[in-house]
């Protein structure tokens, strides 16, 4: 074998490895460092925020103890804002979504373990996700499934322990257009492929819908009430089948 097809065998059985780390048919390791690529994803760094957070938690907890007052926990939250939309509008909003090349996977289905981190950059908080598919919608061409495989869905948010120069600290990322994923709920969710990972991000802000009786609904909390009567439990999925049949690129 030369050299250069000995390069081209490493680099496939990189990608192998970390594929066999972050989709599986049992539950995935979390803990592993193969999922470290998420640290750096845009999508789990928030661009408006520039200090340590573990700094900032360590000045808040010196300033109390000033005062005499207990502080362990640090929280940066956002609201989510946004100016109000018709359902027609929604609907072509996720339609574009659905056909976006940066939409590898739309998967129904559910988180059953989770993990949150620091970035390295201590700027942010992600959280990583054991997600089980229960439903293809979009297969990833890259890397197809069948339903009951576990995946690794990463997304802004979290809360992690940490120790800072004024003793341990938890330190919380509250996003309201980012919501966390809640055990025992089911989602649909639009997914990017994270191929240095094996893993999956959520596709923006609008990429996850959550289960709500017979209605998919915007987890995120600017439209999380808002009732879309194409987004039903049973039409939405073939709604999405038919744009995708539709795409141009």
Partial sequence: MNRCSLCVLLVSLAFASADSLAQSSSPVDLNSSALAPHGTLPLNNMPF???DL?????????AAKAKGLPADSFTVSTNDHE????????????????????????????????L?????????VYTDYDFVVDQVVKNNAAAPMSPQTHIVVTRL?????????SGPATIEM?????????????????????????????GGMNGTLT??????????????TMVVPEFSRD???????????SCTH
Avoid at 85 to 114: F, K, N, W
Avoid at 235 to 241: R, V
């Fill in 211 to 224: 289960a709500v009786g017979g209605q998919w609904m915007m987890a995120r909390k600017a439209f999380s």
């Fill in 235 to 245: 039409l939405l999925p073939s709604n999405i089948g038919t744009w995708l049949g």
């Fill in 83 to 114: 100016g109000p939309a018709t359902g027609q509008q929604i609907v072509a909003m996720y339609r574009r979504l659905a056909c976006s090349p940066e939409v590898d996977l739309i998967a129904i289905g559910h988180p059953i373990q989770q």
């Fill in 54 to 62: 573990i700094a900032d938690a360590a000045n808040l907890q010196s």
């Fill in 49 to 51: 925020w520039h200090s």
């Fill in 116 to 124: 949150s981190h620091l970035t390295p950059s201590n700027k942010s």
């Fill in 174 to 202: 509250s996003m309201g257009f980012y919501p966390p994923l809640e055990s025992g709920t089911t989602y649909l969710m639009f997914l990017g492929y994270v191929r240095a990972s094996g893993g999956y991000q959520t």
């Fill in 157 to 165: 948010g979290g809360v992690v322990k940490v120790t800072t120069a």
